[in-house]
């Protein structure tokens, strides 16, 4: 039996999995069983930042491996620390908390925003406001934040005290807040929503009504953090700071690993015992983060940013030759491209069978998360690949 019949029989039915098995990655190239070679522009769903197996990465992993792997948050490992340094000495934090995924840095994020603020204004303050179309994991709490029934169906009853308003719609979050709001949370940049933008105007008007009426605002940068979009966090493009922001995917490199990154004011919502995790903060996980920060303060986001806007620009001008696509958005490798389609899997198998692997975001919108490290020629061979795919398709 093939690795894929055996998965069928051996590994639950959860993901809609694409029939190749992979087996080895090198910068922005991973191979499969058969020795076929991708150009990788899904990157593990923008985990890859700094490509496959980057040295430093592969290093930093080694090393620690053979000192110590895991030791428990009962003491201290100096990895942890120091990535907690980097974090917060590039970010408007001031304390980091350590667990091992994006949901799981969104649960520790609801759980001190209404921690912080029963404590400081009472036990009514729970609420939490979220963006319609966001994504935030798939724990039951995470799940509740995401504003996307299709995600919800079927795991009712959902975690009380959240409501929905649209992305970028001022209004609408104005009039959601009540008695019990506690917090805002929001992606600078929804990712699997169809990479949508924050318009800059909104997000300052929010951190200011957030200001007003004593409300948290919470950035789930799980996804757009990590020099994804051309800045180590999204939201330094913005000029406006969260209270409290996660982190994940990107953070170690392939390695999982979650943070959530606070103020001083906001983390001393929690106290010993309040949070915590087995994993959380993992000396092997960690080590690797550290050597993920050290390369992309040391130029690999420069790289993304110039990159990206080659590459955002050379799609706007396939655009003119194929009016399927509507819209590129995104910034930095964060990029969407808005098709005039129902469903963009057709183009997605297109690319695979061509060498270049992309993603969708939503059904309509392919969607390009590279690693960071992609020179402007791979940006040229993806584009070149997918005009290639749309002029096959007559679209
Ligand atoms: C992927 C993602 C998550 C969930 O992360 P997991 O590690 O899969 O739990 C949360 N928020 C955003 C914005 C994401 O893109």
Wanted: glycine share 10%; proline share 4%; with cysteine.
């Amino acid at each position: 039996m093939g690795y894929i019949e055996m998965g069928k029989q051996y590994v639950m039915n959860t993901y809609n999995r694409y029939p190749i098995t992979l087996v080895k990655g090198k910068g922005a190239l991973v191979y499969d069983e058969q020795g076929n070679e991708y150009l990788d522009f899904v990157a593990g769903i923008a985990v890859n930042n700094l490509g496959h197996c980057h040295p430093s990465v592969v290093a930093a992993i080694k090393k620690q491996a053979e000192d110590m792997i895991h030791c428990s948050n009962l003491y201290w490992n100096m990895p942890q620390v120091e990535l907690a340094r980097l974090l917060v000495e590039n970010s408007f934090g001031d304390k980091v908390f350590f667990c091992n995924s994006g949901a799981e840095a969104n649960e520790a994020a609801i759980k001190l925003a209404r921690k912080y603020s029963k404590k400081k204004y009472g036990e009514h303050k729970y609420g939490i406001i979220t963006m319609q179309q966001s994504f935030h994991g798939r724990t039951l709490g995470s799940l509740t934040a995401t504003g996307q029934t299709k995600y919800q169906a079927g795991f009712e009853p959902l975690i009380e005290g959240f409501k929905y308003v649209p992305f970028n719609d001022y209004e609408a979050l104005k009039d959601a807040i009540d008695e019990n709001t506690c917090a805002v949370m929001l992606e600078p940049i929804q990712g699997e929503g169809g990479i949508y933008e924050a318009d800059p105007d909104y997000l300052q008007k929010v951190r200011r009504l957030c200001d007003e009426k004593g409300l948290l605002l919470i950035f789930d940068e799980v996804q757009c953090g990590m020099g994804r979009t051309g800045k180590l966090f999204a939201y330094q493009h913005y000029g406006v700071q969260p209270d409290i922001m996660t982190l994940a995917k990107a953070i170690a490199g392939g390695l999982p690993l979650g943070a959530m990154v606070a103020t001083d004011e906001v983390a001393s919502g929690f106290k010993p015992g309040d949070h915590a995790s087995t994993f959380g903060g993992n000396p092997v996980s960690c080590a690797a983060g550290v050597a993920v920060m050290k390369e992309l303060l040391g130029g690999v986001i420069d790289n993304a940013r110039e990159v990206g806007e080659h590459l955002k620009s050379r799609l706007l001008q396939l655009r003119e030759s194929h009016p399927v696509i509507v819209d590129v958005r995104g910034k930095g490798l964060m990029l969407g491209i808005q098709m005039a389609m129902p469903d963009v899997t057709a183009i997605i198998n297109g690319a695979m069978e061509k060498g270049l692997l992309v993603l969708s975001a939503g059904h309509s919108v392919v969607r390009m998360v590279p690693p960071l490290v992609i020179t402007k020629d791979d940006a040229n061979k993806a584009v070149d690949i997918l005009e290639q795919v749309l002029t096959e398709m007559g679209v």
